[in-house]
Nanobody, 114 residues
Framework: QVQLVESGGGLVQPGGSLRLSCTAS????????MGWYRQAPGEERDLVAG????????SYVESVRGRFTISRDNAKSTVYLQMNSLKPEDTAVYSC???????WGQGIQVTVSS
C-alpha cells in the first residue's frame, strides 16, 4: 500500500518560513520524480516544485522561485520543501506527489496571515 504523509504545515506570518516534509512508503522512492503541489480554495492543484529521482534536477513555478527550495533524502524516503519569505498568496493545502505512479498525499494546510 502506497502512503505519502506530509508534515510541517501550519500558520505563519508574512515573511516567515516553514519546512514541509513528506515521507513515502510502498514505492521505490529513489526511482521516482517527486513534486510538491498546492491547491487554494476554488482552484486547481498545481505543481509548485519538482525534483528528479537522483535529486540533481529541480523545477519551480515562477511565483516561488528564489523563495522555496525542494530537496530529498532517498535514504529516508523523504522529500522536503523549505519555504521562505512566505506571502499570503502562498496560503493553500500543500501535498506531495509521485505522479509517475499516480499517488499523492492527503495534504497539509499552510496559512500565511498576520
Amino acid at each position: 500500500q502506497v502512503q505519502l504523509v506530509e508534515s510541517g504545515g501550519g500558520l505563519v506570518q508574512p515573511g516567515g518560513s516553514l519546512r514541509l516534509s513528506c515521507t513515502a512508503s510502498g514505492i521505490i522512492f529513489s526511482n521516482n520524480f517527486m513534486g510538491w503541489y498546492r491547491q487554494a480554495p476554488g482552484e486547481e492543484r498545481d505543481l509548485v516544485a519538482g525534483i528528479s529521482s537522483d535529486g540533481r534536477s529541480f523545477s519551480y513555478v515562477e511565483s516561488v522561485r528564489g523563495r522555496f527550495t525542494i530537496s530529498r533524502d532517498n535514504a529516508k524516503s523523504t522529500v522536503y520543501l523549505q519555504m521562505n519569505s512566505l506571502k499570503p498568496e502562498d496560503t493553500a493545502v500543500y501535498s506531495c506527489g509521485a505522479p509517475h505512479v499516480g499517488h499523492w498525499g492527503q495534504g497539509i494546510q499552510v496559512t500565511v496571515s498576520s
